[in-house]
């Protein structure tokens, strides 16, 4: 059975301090690792997909890695609109359906 | 592109009626269609899975008499709340994939308060 851990559970950072949030998983045969932003009350919003460890994808002030067993989040000097929490997920195998990571909650302080 | 769209957004409803809630995909064909329902502070719960043609399939514990879907063409996907009650007021989100497509995207969410 697929797993996904996202830790911390919440994040506080000050504007401007740079931080990772990390997604350890366990599957078999990774066919892909999925970060998703959420607003309250607002669906996911899809944020990167990463196929093969190494491989890394950038947006912002957001860079996504990967390694065999986990995935950070980098968040470079954030702002208090990057508060939101952040979800990993992972499609393994031959499912279609992924596997959600309970989230990282973090907040921004101006 | 790959835009899912959800209505209404937001619904409040009397104990015992029923609510259908619609989830499109704008810009894509979408055989099959997933529906969550997401509580204050917790993860996405996966209830059904939406396929196009055919009946859903329904997680375990969820009652499929209770949360109908229906997935009537390769755009729309509707789930029905019958004869809701207080606990089943939640956040439910449905999502899509494009062929070929890994990702799934998601709708904006529907709030359903019962009273």
């Given amino acids: 059975e697929d797993q996904v851990t996202q830790s911390p559970e919440a994040l506080r950072l000050q504007e401007g301090e740079s931080s990772s949030l990390n997604c350890s998983y366990t599957v078999s045969g990774l066919r892909g690792l999925f970060w998703y932003r959420q607003d309250p009350g607002k669906g996911p919003e899809f944020l990167f997909t990463l196929y093969s460890a190494g491989e890394e994808k950038e947006k912002e002030r957001l860079k996504a890695t990967l390694t065999k067993k986990e995935s950070f989040l980098h968040i470079t000097a954030p702002k208090p609109e990057d508060s939101a929490t952040y979800l990993c997920a992972v499609l393994s195998g031959g499912s279609y359906i992924p596997t959600f990571g309970r989230g990282t909650s973090l907040i921004v302080h101006p | ?115």
């Avoid at chain 2, 790959?2 to 619904?11: D, K, M, N, T």
């Avoid at chain 2, 329902?37 to 719960?45: A, E, I, N, Y």
């Fill in chain 2, 1 to 115: 592109g790959a835009v899912v769209s959800q209505h209404p957004s937001w619904v409040i409803c009397k104990s015992g009626t029923s609510v259908k809630i619609e989830c499109r995909s704008l810009d894509f064909q979408a055989t099959t269609m997933f529906w969550y329902r997401q509580f204050p502070k917790q993860s996405l719960m996966l209830m059904a899975t939406s396929n196009e043609g055919s009946k859903a399939t329904y997680e375990q514990g969820v009652e499929k008499d209770k949360f109908l879907i229906n997935h009537a063409s390769l755009t729309l996907s509707t789930l029905t709340v019958t004869s809701a009650h207080p606990e089943d007021s939640s956040f439910y989100i449905c999502s899509a994939s494009p062929e070929s497509y890994n990702e799934q995207f998601f709708g904006p969410g529907t709030r359903l308060t019962v009273l």
